[in-house]
């Protein structure tokens, strides 16, 4: 008989919400029009429907619904972002400043644009994960043309300054663009009160579909001007080409109005969870450290180093438990977490750091279910490792 499994790993994707499919399902089938479509009440419907989550993304961010563009996801709104601003301002500067511990989909387009010849300044973190704003403002040129800083860290959790950074970022006259893909539907995010000019979202880490986001782009004071990165049809004000993926665009809409609904409740009981795991692992496993900032961090994030265990080890011992680790894995090595690297930890600490994770369907009894197995897979592999050691064996 195999044991009931438990999903706490959300911070990588999160199932779709029935009342969101509820309200996708008709526009597969019976809403089917494109929305470009403007001379038929066919295409007019897929339109209405379009718009009505254009303004339910904007509400959630306290954005105007035509600052909303609609991608395939975070990963394609970083792209646009970067790649779009170094362009249409090559005219005026260079420089990009970005962070050590950005997603990959910031990192690797900032690679490819030093390959250009842009110039990319990559901050640093303390312990925490935090990029100090003072270090944002000393690493500002002339030729400084986009500040990029992540509002919620995707391993740890921890919560950028965006309101100082962004200050900053308008103070000098330099865009400002985040990847809120964790924060989005999670921890309040105002473009307006943050001044952020540019902002990634995606609908799949906030119980939406998978293959839809959306980029926000500032209209006004000041308005952001971005080169496209493929053309064909002059969808989304000519930035994002394609047919608009209506029922995806629908489901994104929908699983923003209810984050605004529910964002606060969750918060309190996430953060509950999360809290009550590391003190439980810390009590009955020794010395667990937190990855991470303790308080301004994503409520649902709980990254965490185990002393004497490698976090791919204990992973295979959790068969039924979905937790992710700090590792990029490659076919032929297992590298540690640039995040948890950037801390300033050592390598021991990167290799046994493991996400937890929890969501809206969650339930308590999972929450100790799993803890109690973490805590006997950790216990068995030091048992394991306590006779390897004894019998005189090596790895």
């Not at 008989?1 to 919400?17: G, K």
């Not at 009440?41 to 306290?62: H, P, S, T, W, Y």
């Not at 667990?288 to 409520?299: A, F, K, Y």
Request: hydrophobic residues 45%; contains cysteine; charged residues 20%.
């Amino acid at each position: 008989m195999t044991s009931q499994r438990i999903y706490l790993d959300y911070n990588a994707t999160t199932p779709v919400d029935p009342r969101v499919l509820e309200i996708m399902l008709p526009y597969f089938t019976e809403v089917f029009g494109n929305a470009a479509s403007n001379d038929h009440e066919f295409g007019l419907e897929a339109k209405r429907a379009v718009d009505k989550a254009r303004a339910q993304v904007a509400a959630l961010i306290n954005a105007s619904p035509n600052e909303i563009i609609f991608t395939s996801g975070a990963t394609e709104s970083d792209n646009i972002a970067l790649l779009g601003v170094a362009e249409k301002y090559a005219g005026k500067g260079d420089h990009i400043i970005t962070c050590v511990t950005e997603h990959k989909a910031v990192l690797d387009p900032c690679q490819r644009l030093e390959k250009l010849g842009k110039r990319v300044t990559y901050l640093p973190v303390d312990q925490y994960g935090l990029v100090d704003p003072d270090a944002v403002r000393r690493a500002i040129t002339p030729r400084t043309i986009l500040i990029s800083i992540m509002a919620a860290n995707n391993e740890i959790g921890t919560l950028a300054p965006l309101a100082e950074i962004g200050a900053i970022a308008r103070e000098h006259g330099v865009l400002f663009h985040s990847d809120a893909a964790q924060a989005f539907g999670h921890v309040q995010v105002d473009v307006q009160a943050m001044h952020i000019d540019l902002l990634s979202i995606s609908a799949h880490k906030v119980y939406g579909p998978k293959g839809i986001g959306a980029l926000y782009r500032r209209r006004s004071n000041p308005r952001v001007l971005l080169e496209p990165i493929f053309y064909g049809g002059g969808h989304e004000k000519g930035i994002r080409s394609g047919t608009l993926n209506t029922p995806g665009i629908v489901g994104l809409g929908a699983a923003a109005a209810l984050a605004q609904k529910e964002m606060a409740a969750e918060d309190m009981r996430f953060r509950a969870w999360t809290e009550a795991m590391l003190a439980c692992l810390q009590a009955e496993l020794g010395d667990v450290e937190r990855n991470g900032h303790p308080t301004q961090r994503l409520p649902h994030t709980l990254n965490v180093s185990i002393p004497g265990v490698e976090s791919r080890a204990l992973i295979v011992q959790l068969p039924d438990v979905a937790i992710a680790t700090g590792s990029a894995c490659t076919s032929a090595s297992v590298a540690p977490s640039h995040v948890i690297m950037a801390l300033g930890y050592p390598l021991a600490r990167a290799h046994g750091s493991v996400r937890i994770s929890v969501g809206r369907n969650t339930a308590d009894a999972c929450i100790w279910l799993a803890t109690g197995r973490i805590i006997a897979a950790t216990n068995h592999l030091r048992t394991l490792a306590a006779n390897r050691e004894f019998s005189g064996v090596t790895a």
